[in-house]
């Protein structure tokens, strides 16, 4: 029962950390989004929520793997900043509008996966394992920030 509370917990924590990018996404995705020009590569919106709830739930899975294995305080803390960090970029691109700030920040949020997924690794291999397709598509993210900040 115990890992019950730990796996709810676990999963409940990134997708709240969506909901509050998702606040300011919402206002801007359908307005100030459409008008920007935007790369080829550029996916369809429908392609985003799909993709990030996907991402959201292995993040989920990732720690509550972690946890589970008796993991320390740095383990949940470099967690906790990449969550952060990846709120704060909808906060920056939607919210604000500014994409070279969200350029500058998702940065920080790639390098706070990469030393997440580092530091899960020693503890519980699959745990990282599960933090790779984030880390993938925040490059991919990453690429496509940077040519909509060119682009307008």
């Known amino acids: ?9 676990s999963i409940i924590l990134p997708f709240l950390a969506s909901a509050v990018g ?18 080829s590569f550029n996916p369809p919106s429908w392609v985003f929520g799909p993709v990030w709830t996907i991402l959201y739930l292995m993040m989920g899975i990732s720690l509550y793997l972690l946890w589970i294995k ?3 305080r740095t383990a949940f803390i470099l967690f906790g900043i990449q969550l952060v ?4 970029w909808s906060i920056l691109f939607f919210g604000l509008k500014v994409p070279l700030y969200a350029l500058i920040e998702i940065i920080f ?22 933090l790779i397709p984030y ?3 925040v490059s991919f993210a990453s690429v496509l920030n940077f040519a909509i900040f060119i682009l307008n």
């Open 70 to 72: 008796k993991s320390n």
């Open 135 to 137: 880390i993938l598509w």
């Open 85 to 88: 960090l990846n709120a704060s």
């Open 109 to 130: 949020l790639w390098f706070a996966i990469l030393m997440t997924i580092i530091y899960f690794y020693k503890i519980n291999k699959v745990s990282a394992y599960f």
């Open 22 to 39: 998702g606040l300011f996404t919402a206002s801007s995705v359908s307005t100030w989004y459409v008008d920007l020009t935007k790369p």
């Open 1 to 9: 029962m115990k890992n019950i509370w730990k796996l709810v917990v």
